[in-house]
């Protein structure tokens, strides 16, 4: 994790992997009919999709429900309750209590069935590591809609159709499925940058700003590497103070604070998962001895390398529990 062999090629597949994103499809329904089902404010990133019909989807505080239509994609980060409806004036029922006990992963309303239905609504949600989450979810838009009607939905219309395949209990569904809805959620990152959204000012807002590219694959290539500010605004064939100030305003920080940074998360990784010593670890990211490398961890981290480690693996060694997700 601490060199370019063994990453990932571009600096938002190092976020993606380094925040440990996992998208997980959870279900669905199929409905007809008139109906409403009342879904309780998501405590994850939740995303879910209109494989086939339409209906409205009405936000908690919002005044004007959003009409989804065949082959949309709704990206939810803010914790809010939601309905979909056929008819926003419907009294809707409980989500929890129309999916308790079921069987089937796609629930039956109004008596449909999958084939027959009018409308085929699967949905899931994303996890991220509770110590990386923050380089996503801190930066995301509260809400993200990608129209089946764009030209970026193109992809995602084949992944959803994939997803509503691998419902049928295939060899290796469950493996494909997860990939599916990785695969869905970067779908939805590019259709949103497409479509000229932008993310608050933070990595995520860096990693996929086309100015910053030469300097944060440079920075994220070689981690370890005393970059100098004029190296870095020179790949960008920009001034110092053209590239600083720029920098600041995408990502939050100047440079030399990123790359600080972005050491300290290879160093999170390689304490959680590796066994490496201290000062080879020190080495691999730039400073010149152990103590320094202890002293930069602590300032930013806010513990010691020793410190973090042995937390760290207490609570992997305790496990995550997994909250209930009903779409």
């Given amino acids: 994790m601490l060199n370019r062999s063994s990453m990932v090629n571009d600096p938002l597949s190092d976020i993606l992997k380094l925040a440990d994103v996992q998208s997980l499809m959870s ?37 004007t429900p959003i009409r989804m239509a065949s082959g949309d994609v709704v990206l939810l980060s803010a914790q809010r309750s939601f309905v979909l409806a056929s008819n926003i004036e419907s009294t809707p029922v409980e989500a929890h209590a129309l999916f308790a006990g079921r069987i089937d992963p796609i629930v039956s309303v109004g ?53 509503v395949r691998e419902r049928d209990d295939l060899p290796g569904s469950g493996l494909a499925t997860m990939q599916l809805g990785y695969l869905l959620f970067i779908q939805v990152l590019r259709a949103h940058l497409a479509a000229g959204g932008s993310w608050r000012a933070g990595w995520l807002r860096a990693a996929t700003d086309a100015r910053l590219a030469p300097a944060l694959r440079l920075i994220h290539g070689e981690p370890g590497r005393a970059w100098r500010l004029d190296q870095l605004a020179k790949a960008c064939a920009m001034s110092r103070t053209s590239f600083a100030l720029h920098f600041k305003a995408v990502a939050g920080e100047a440079p030399l604070s990123y790359l600080a940074r972005w050491r300290m998360r290879l160093a999170e990784h390689a304490l959680r998962h590796g066994d490496a010593p201290l000062a080879t670890l020190a080495e691999t990211l730039g400073y010149a001895s152990e103590s320094a490398f202890s002293h930069a961890f602590k300032r930013i981290v806010g513990l010691s390398p020793r410190h973090y480690s042995a937390t760290a693996r207490a609570a992997n060694d305790a496990g995550d529990a997994a909250s209930e997700d009903v779409l």
């Fill in 27 to 63: 279900g669905g329904f199929a409905a007809s009919g008139d109906w409403a089902i009342r879904f309780p404010a998501p405590d994850k990133i939740k995303f879910f999709a209109a494989v086939r019909g339409e209906c409205w989807l009405q936000l908690d505080d919002e005044a």
């Fill in 111 to 163: 008596g449909a069935t999958r084939a027959d239905a009018e409308v085929l609504q699967i949905g899931g949600h994303v996890r991220l590591h509770p110590d990386y989450g923050a380089l996503l979810a801190d930066v995301l838009p509260p809400f993200i809609h990608v129209q089946g009607s764009a030209p970026e939905a193109h992809a995602l219309r084949w992944i959803l159709d994939q997803l």
